[in-house]
């Protein structure tokens, strides 16, 4: 394993799969022999020579390995679901602003995910149990396409037992099986009971998930400092030269893509 600190964020550094494991149809987590200091919610770059690079969000908090969660939907993250155990590939970072859990000392903590969103949010929770004294409660809300598309599944019993978990599916398939509800999952935070009281949010997933779910949380109380969104967009240079990630005047890349929702007052996730 690759022992230091990046020295320098930019500079592309070797690295090897010491693990794969398929998540779902099109979506696969990967495990790196490299390490280095990172705030839940900050992505890198992972390139491979002769194919290209492509912003990846970090999805653990071990201090030991560096964790990525991958959806296939291009060239190089097609090219790295072929990839197994021993394979090279390059890592730069880490970029961005991740959420601030240092700050938020204290407070419980709600946690909705949807979809490949869940993935950064992972971070989170790997974090807080490295740190368990820290916080209170935590609330899990995590929803997806349908039983198949569930990720993290090897976590689930554990998190199950550690937290209070709320799980839900957009549809289930004829004949499938299914322990937890078939509803969208802002359905399941318009149904809980949960105040405002020393609580902190973070939200991850599809633009309009975020937005209903923001919506019903401000109806329950919540304040705009409270709620936390990661406003991903095309990363493509990670340095704030390349424009394609900007939110009005704010690069997602180096402003983001973790955002406190007063710092985005005005803007709608489209």
Not at 207 to 235: C, N, T, W
Request: with cysteine.
């Amino acid at each position: 394993m690759q022992e230091a600190v990046l020295e320098n964020k930019y500079v592309p550094k070797p690295a090897k799969i010491k693990e794969y494991h398929r998540e779902s149809p099109d979506n696969f987590s990967i495990t790196l022999d490299i390490k280095f200091k990172h705030d839940p919610g900050q992505f890198v770059q992972i390139s491979i020579p002769g194919i290209g690079e492509s912003p990846i969000s970090i999805c653990s908090y071990s201090g030991e390995n560096l964790r990525l969660n991958i959806r296939e939907v291009g060239n190089v993250t097609k090219a790295l679901g072929k990839m197994k155990k021993g394979d090279p590939v390059f890592i730069r970072g880490p970029y961005g602003r991740g959420y601030p859990m240092q700050l938020l000392k204290g407070n419980d903590v709600v946690i909705i995910g949807g979809g490949c969103g869940v993935a950064p949010l992972r971070g989170i929770i790997e974090y807080i149990e490295h740190h368990r004294q820290d916080y209170g409660k935590v609330y899990l809300f995590l929803g997806f396409r349908s039983p198949d598309d569930i990720l993290f599944k090897r976590e689930m019993d554990h998190w199950k037992i550690k937290y209070n978990l709320n799980l839900s599916v957009d549809q289930l398939p004829p004949g499938t099986c299914f322990d937890g509800k078939v509803e969208f999952i802002t359905k399941l935070v318009e149904a809980t009971q949960l105040t405002n009281q020393n609580k902190v949010v973070f939200l991850c997933g599809p633009p309009k998930m975020m937005d209903i779910a923001s919506g019903i949380l401000m109806k329950k109380g919540f304040h705009e400092d409270q709620i936390f969104v990661s406003a991903e967009r095309l990363m493509y240079c990670a340095e704030g030269i390349c424009c394609h990630c900007m939110i009005h005047e704010k690069f997602c890349c180096k402003d983001g893509p973790v955002f406190r929702y007063d710092e985005l007052k005005g803007y709608k996730n489209d």
